[in-house]
């Protein structure tokens, strides 16, 4: 058969199409957890992550009131400030940081998360990434070897602005970057830094997850229900119902319970710590959110994760308020009093950066959304560090305050983590 030209352009057209469906139909959305043996470098990150993750929890649940925030994008943005520092200053942020790697090994550990984030989200139908940024001032000079380790590691270009004459153009780029790695979930993540002419550097970790429940809540059994914020004060809250198998696992001489609940793919989860309140018990008597904070500890939490990994799961009717919630938070004082105190004075080593002892970090603020409902959840979470120079059937309702966390359940790397004492607030 003689072939046209219109007869060669239909091959030509239809060749592609038919290799891209073969390559669909070889490579389909798996559906299922994405493999992973991590290496021992990746093992020490996750539990030195998962003990600051701990401390941190502590440190901020001193305050009343709701808690969410990244973990993981606290970690990643210091961890970049830890390849630029030196002398004490290097010191007191591993330490903090509960890093028992080098840096150039933190860096590598921290690339393999990172790739590992992004084969859950291309094979798994989530939305799961971690964006990192370094914006400079555009006539300061920084060292080469500091700016080649980030891009690699981190896997960022660093963006030339001017704080100094042009301070407004500055913000509102850093805080495009934001709303965009966000989906739009954080705006303005700038507006508590002060920029000055003698800032210097902004460095930004942004991290996003949007995924829905492997089992998912009706709408229709949603009901309003009361939520018991204390032994006094209850409020209605919109509860939601789903009776599937889910693994439950109980401990602290069943005074504690845990739940989790498998986002699609079964990559990730939410799993929930809540307080078993025994009505028969005194008040004074019964075992409460504060007497689990209290008992937390990085040893514990892997044990009580442990027997939740070790449960084979049970038909379980739960209930869950659906929630909404964003937190802020200057980090200053809270990392001063985790030991890191040189890098917020004359004394800090940020040598590695630019080569001088100049440089010190005015401000770190981070903001966390989390939303909750029948479909599934989205979080995210913006860092920003700021540089200047020196100057069974079992039935769980879930209606008093509890603590959650979202993990990787093969890693063991813990992504966000929080509490909540008033779904209404």
Known sequence: MKLTPRRKLLLWVGGPMVVLVLLVLRF?????????????EVRSLVEGNSAFAVDLYRRLGSEPGNLFFSPHGISTCLAMTYAGARGQTEKELATALHFQLPPAAVDGAFGELARRM??????????????NSLWLQQDYRFADDFLAQIRTAYRVEAQRVDFKQNPQEAEARVNRWAAEATHGKIQDALRAVHLSP??????????HFKGTWKD??????????????????????????????????????????????????DDLSMVILLPQVHEFLPAAERFSLGALEGLLSLEKLNRWLQKLNQSPGNETDVNLPRFRLRQRYNLVPTLKTAGLTSLFDWRADLSGMDGTTNLFVTEVTHEAFVEVNEAGTEAAGITLMHVATKSMTTRVTIDHPFMFLIRDRASGSILFLGRIVDPTK
């Open 118 to 131: 992004d084969r859950i989200q291309r094979w798994n139908r989530l939305s799961l990434s971690s964006a």
């Open 28 to 40: 389909p959305i798996s559906g299922k957890p994405v493999p992973f043996t991590a290496s021992p």
């Open 216 to 265: 998912r809540f009706e709408p229709g059994e949603t009901s309003t229900r009361l939520f018991h914020v204390t032994t006094e004060t209850s409020v209605p809250v919109p509860m939601m119902h789903r009776r599937a198998h889910f693994k439950t696992a109980s401990e602290e001489h069943g005074d504690l319970l845990l739940l989790e609940l498998p986002y699609s793919g």
């Open 198 to 207: 003698s800032s210097r550097l902004v460095l930004g970790n942004a991290i």
